[in-house]
């Protein structure tokens, strides 16, 4: 089949095209290479198959429409690009507003005019639930926990988009989900946790595993906001793209809806907990300079997944041990990706 994927040189999107690829699908990849790590995670796509690339800038509502009228046969859409830090969108809210919630509408339009009737999967975010006051927050063991949601957070929770970043994506959650009531596009929304694994060049204002590992190894300097308690559950790459699947193949039930995707309340991780494993495998302390809290920052996310094992037959199967493993092992013997 023909899967349109944008954001596809990203680290999400590179390894959903590559699974593709492999599969001897076609792949049409539309990015603007914006990212740190693009341009080489689009070199090492090239060779692996039926692939179609498009330098592109989604908030360009023409160039968007033409590219998906010219792939009108697409079989599936995974649309993955965006603006995707917090701390760049207070500093150009303007630039996150267009890159996400135009973007994501220009996609849209673009699906619709083309008339694309194949699964459309977007990849939002936790941010959309905000800072979630009324969940009371507890500490255990050193990290924090919710007080009384043992299973993490359910779609149920109300939206509360604080911080242009959420807002804009969240603006984009819900345009993404209205097509479905409205014009019929079997859209699926994916609020996904913190995604980890291959291929990720992750910096210090996003993709947090990845950015401590590659610190580590390459003893760079690393900052720690808050006091390092603050939890995510953490989801590998490969889990994710298994979600992916499950959402196309049960799309009949899925689309329209909204699913919660992370690691689950089974593979938590605290800022210390990731530098404490990354310590024993180096055998050496970690230096890291204390910060104070960003905006935005949950001291507690952590997702509940019930929803998408029951109704897309799909659980993780990778835990955050072996996932952070994997990582490390990965990164290391990749050093030169990140000089």
């Known amino acids: ?55 592109i800038d989604i908030r360009d509502a023409a160039s968007v429409g033409e590219v998906f009228r010219a792939h009108a046969d697409a079989r599936l859409v995974l649309h993955l690009a965006g603006q995707v830090a917090v701390t760049t969108s207070v500093a150009d809210p303007r630039g996150d507003f267009e890159a996400n919630a135009l973007g994501t509408f220009n996609v849209l339009e673009a699906v619709r005019a083309a008339r694309i009737d194949a699964p459309f999967i977007y990849a939002s975010t936790n941010k959309v639930y905000g800072g979630m006051a ?87 300097p690393i900052t720690i906001y808050g006091d390092g308690r603050q939890v995510r559950d953490i989801l590998f790459i490969d889990d994710l793209l298994d979600a992916y699947d ?45 910060d104070v809290w960003r905006a ?3 001291r507690v996310y952590v997702s509940d997944i019930r929803r998408a094992q029951a109704e897309l037959d799909w659980t993780p199967k990778v835990g955050a041990d072996e996932g952070i493993g994997k990582l490390y092992e990965w990164v290391s013997a990749n050093r030169r990706l990140f000089q």
């Open 1 to 55: 089949m023909k899967v349109i994927i944008t954001g596809g040189a990203g680290f999400i999107g590179c390894n959903a095209a590559s699974r593709y690829l492999g599969r001897g699908d076609e792949v049409v990849v539309i990015d603007n290479l914006s990212r740190v790590g693009g341009e080489r995670n689009l070199e090492w796509l090239k060779p692996q198959g039926a692939l179609t690339f498009a330098r």
């Open 134 to 220: 009324s969940a009371a927050i507890v500490e255990r063991d050193g990290r924090y926990a919710y007080a009384g949601l043992p299973e993490g957070v359910a779609e149920s929770q109300s939206l509360d988009f604080h911080s242009p970043y959420g807002c804009s994506k969240g603006a984009a959650d819900q345009y993404v989900r209205d097509y479905q009531r409205i014009y019929g596009l079997p859209t699926v929304v994916f609020r996904q946790s913190c995604i980890y694994g291959y291929r990720q060049f992750g910096v210090e204002d996003q993709g947090w595993v990845a950015w401590f590992i590659i610190a580590a190894l390459l003893e760079r």
């Open 246 to 290: 499950a959402a196309a193949r049960n799309i009949e039930r899925a689309a329209g809806q909204v699913y919660n995707i992370g690691g689950g309340s089974a593979n938590v991780v605290s800022l210390r907990d990731l530098l404490g494993q990354l310590e024993r495998r180096e055998g050496r302390p970690i230096p890291r300079t204390p």
């Open 296 to 298: 935005g920052d949950q």
